[in-house]
């Protein structure tokens, strides 16, 4: 069993619905990033929290909105998504940002 | 920033095969990850192995730091493997992030 949970598992929505991505880690870690994936592609980083800081946040478009409200959650809000942000979104925490990655089992992603 | 190339891409392997996968990289690393990601997309952990060799089973690494790459030895393969295999590697200097590879596709046939 996974110790990072995400949901939904599947999301549906069209281009103009707001909808959030759930990251639950119960680790004890301090660091927790979101990565997107496309078909056939390696991970890609999104953002990094450290500390419940934004460390990192790799020129995402600003439709994607992340929230950390606690060293254990970590939210992704979604709005005006395009179809091409249709993927796997996939959250990860570390011990203090510099450790192993564990994952989730991800958020399909499709936007019609 | 750093490159990381696997190889090979794809890898079509009988039930009960041995295979190697390799991982290499572009500059020197403090963290390397192997994960398995299953059909259903989630990433499991192999191994956290910056330098040396580990065993889990079936499964094994080596990581040669010195001569920048990572090997993946899976024994005696069952159906259950099939999937993607990615090295990922990390910096810890300059906050760089954790970078993936391009990934084997590895598909084992009954």
């Known amino acids: 069993d996974t110790e990072v949970t995400q949901t939904p598992k599947h999301l549906v929505m069209g281009m103009t619905n707001k909808k959030s991505l759930k990251c639950e880690q119960h680790?004890?870690?301090?660091?927790m990033y979101w990565y997107k994936q496309k078909a056939k592609k390696p991970p890609e980083l999104m953002f990094v929290?450290?500390?419940?800081?934004?460390?990192i946040n790799e020129s995402v478009p600003s439709r994607f909105s992340p929230e950390c409200p606690n060293s254990s959650l970590l939210n992704l809000h979604l709005h005006a998504l395009q179809p091409e942000d249709s993927a796997l979104y996939l959250c990860a925490s570390s011990q203090a940002g510099t450790g192993e990655l564990f994952f989730g089992e991800g958020s399909r992603l499709t936007v019609l | 920033g750093i490159q990381v190339e696997q190889s090979p891409p794809d890898l079509i392997l009988q039930e009960g095969a041995n295979s190697t996968l390799r991982c290499n990289f572009s500059d020197s690393v403090n963290n390397l990850q192997w994960f398995h990601q299953n059909p259903w997309g989630q990433l499991i952990n192999l191994f956290y192995i910056p330098s040396g060799t580990k065993q889990n089973g079936r499964l094994s690494a080596t990581t040669v730091a010195t001569e920048r790459y990572s090997l993946l030895y899976i024994s005696s393969s069952q159906t259950t493997d099939s999937g993607v295999y990615f090295c990922a590697v990390e910096r810890w200097f300059g906050n760089e992030k954790l970078t993936f590879g391009t990934g084997t596709r590895l598909t084992i046939i009954p």
């Open positions: 680790m004890g870690h301090r660091a």
């Open positions: 929290y450290s500390y419940e800081k934004l460390s």
